[in-house]
């Protein structure tokens, strides 16, 4: 198995060790799912952020300590606070997920900020 970084970030903390904690490895191609679990499991944290290139963006998938996720929000921030600091990823990173494409924007000012941007659902008559 290859080497791999792990980077934990603490979402909606301005300092370690408050916020929600999530792990983040970003991947030059996708680890088995049984690895991928395995690493989240030992991880203990309510998720772990894999993260590989597309292309045209990034892929990512969570997995809690059990399973795989379709969603996670604070995993999100996690991993483009890995990409803008790490990798100097600017402006707006597109995510490829299984609930369909996230879009993450950030920006400096007096503080620097990560945005997860939600699209809105048409709403559904009952």
């Known amino acids: 198995?290859?080497?791999?970084?792990?980077?934990?970030?603490?979402?909606?903390?301005?300092?370690?060790?408050?916020?929600?904690?999530?792990?983040?490895?970003?991947?030059?191609?996708?680890?088995?799912e049984q690895v991928m679990q395995a690493i989240a499991n030992e991880n203990n944290l309510a998720e772990t952020a894999f993260v590989r290139p597309n292309g045209k963006g990034w892929d990512l998938r969570w997995f809690t300590p059990v399973h795989e996720v379709d969603f996670c929000g604070h995993a999100t921030l996690a991993a483009a606070h890995?990409?803008?600091?790490?990798?100097?990823?600017?402006?707006?990173?597109?995510?490829?997920?299984?609930?369909?494409?996230?879009?993450?924007s950030r920006w400096e000012g007096a503080i620097s900020s990560i945005c997860l941007v939600f699209r809105r659902s048409p709403s559904r008559k009952s």
Do not use: H
């Open 82 to 104: 890995v990409l803008a600091t790490e990798y100097n990823g600017q402006g707006e990173m597109a995510f490829a997920t299984r609930v369909g494409e996230l879009r993450v």
């Open 1 to 32: 198995m290859p080497t791999l970084t792990m980077y934990q970030v603490d979402a909606f903390a301005e300092r370690g060790f408050q916020g929600n904690p999530a792990a983040v490895l970003l991947l030059e191609e996708w680890l088995s």
